[in-house]
């Protein structure tokens, strides 16, 4: 079945709910307690068609993941030039970035305080702020830019699974 991106990363993401939900559903249910001389309450618990199930979720997802690297290290963004999965490790490296940004640019040029002992001490940026808030805008932008070219490249980008 061929599905974009997008589709397989929802897909991936339901299987995974529905992992978490036989998880817990066996943690409810793999063991029971009662009183002496009470009457076993049965579950409907199957320790092998648990284990089945859960493989069968396992190997589907590691299937779809698959798919998504390789059409993550091979599909290429147009705007940038680079493929979807270099695209994501430079969205995490421009954001990174604009946290740098964001702290140079919200700076005073120069702050002063008075030490312990009275004397007034002065703090000044040596670089310039207004810069540094300038490239924090362009930043954003790119990160914007790219944000979107990565959600176009996952809906136009199609994998079979």
Request: proline share 0%; net charge positive.
């Amino acid at each position: 079945m061929k599905v974009c991106n997008s589709e397989a990363m929802k897909k991936v993401k339901a299987l995974e709910e529905e992992l978490n939900k036989l998880r817990f559903s066996e943690a409810q249910n793999s063991m029971i307690s009662y009183k002496e001389g009470e009457k076993k309450i049965k579950v409907d618990y199957d320790y092998s068609k648990t284990r089945k199930e859960i493989e069968r979720i396992n190997a589907e997802i590691r299937k779809i993941k698959n798919a998504l690297a390789v059409a993550n290290s091979t599909f290429k963004i147009d705007e940038f030039s680079i493929t979807i999965g270099e695209a994501l490790v430079y969205l995490a490296q421009l954001n990174s970035e604009y946290n740098n940004l964001s702290q140079l640019a919200s700076r005073n040029k120069i702050s002063r305080r008075i030490t312990q002992n009275g004397v007034l001490e002065y703090t000044e940026c040596t670089y310039d702020t207004d810069e540094a808030k300038k490239d924090q805008k362009e930043v954003f932008a790119k990160i914007g830019k790219l944000q979107v070219a990565i959600d176009r490249a996952n809906l136009n980008c199609f994998i079979e699974i």
